[in-house]
T-cell receptor
Framework: GNSVTQMEGPVTLSEEAFLTINCTYT??????LFWYVQYPGEGLQLLLK?????DKGSNKGFEATYRKETTSFHLEKGSVQVSDSAVYFC????????????FGTGTSLTVIP | DTEVTQTPKHLVMGMTNKKSLKCEQH?????MYWYKQKAKKPPELMFVYSYEKLSINESVPSRFSPECPNSSLLNLHLHALQPEDSALYLC?????????????FGPGTRLTVL
């Protein structure tokens, strides 16, 4: 079946620290991979996505590379800011299930000044 | 414009009330979704409409009744809810129903059932 495993949180970092949030997946067909961010009291916003192997998604200093060989899509940012404090969700869709999203459990990030 | 709007932002209702949640998008998207999100959890898919037809119903209790009057609007009718139905209800839309399509989420309706 399809599933996403995301690193447990919460994660607390100091401003300007390096961020990695691990995400691995299992897919029946050929997945697309997404990172969404949810700020307190808001809906989910697309952060970045990749639709084929070796694609790199990037946005607002965040990056993730679709690694088929390791079934991973880890999120990275070189220097986090207080404004990056939010919950981050890794998700996939799959050729076998169309646009149905499979979400990871979410990782809460707090950045302290 | 990549906006999905939802009304109301907050809703408090008793277990005998009937209320509706509304969702609207003007991006020309043909797939629309309802999700339920409990605190500190990922969204759980409830319903999917594709080209205004209900294509997925994830075994949601009948006290939740979706409606898609046209391609821009999605409603969720609520009746005889239970306190455990209190949650953030999110609407989303996507261009179509393929695996590469991004889903755009609204800000949600915070529902409290007393």
């Amino acid at each position: 079946g399809n599933s996403v495993t995301q690193m447990e949180g919460p994660v607390t970092l100091s401003e300007e620290a390096f961020l990695t949030i691990n995400c691995t997946y299992t897919a029946t067909g050929y997945p697309s991979l997404f990172w969404y961010v949810q700020y307190p009291g808001e809906g989910l916003q697309l952060l970045l996505k990749a639709t084929k192997a070796d694609d790199k998604g990037s946005n607002k200093g965040f990056e993730a590379t679709y690694r088929k060989e390791t079934t991973s899509f880890h999120l990275e940012k070189g220097s986090v800011q207080v404004s990056d404090s939010a919950v981050y969700f890794c998700a996939l869709t799959d050729t076998s299930t169309g646009n149905q999203f499979y979400f990871g459990t979410g990782t809460s990030l707090t950045v302290i000044p | 414009d990549t906006e999905v709007t939802q009304t109301p932002k907050h809703l408090v209702m008793g277990m005998t009330n009937k209320k509706s949640l509304k969702c609207e998008q003007h991006m020309g998207h043909r797939a629309m979704y309802w999700y339920k999100q409990k605190a500190k959890k990922p969204p759980e898919l409830m319903f999917v409409y594709s080209y205004e037809k209900l294509s997925i119903n994830e075994s949601v209790p009948s006290r939740f009744s979706p409606e898609c009057p046209n391609s821009s609007l999605l409603n969720l009718h609520l009746h005889a809810l239970q306190p455990e139905d209190s949650a953030l209800y999110l609407c989303a839309s996507s261009l179509g129903g393929t695996r590469t399509d991004t889903q755009y989420f609204g800000p949600g309706t915070r529902l409290t059932v007393l």
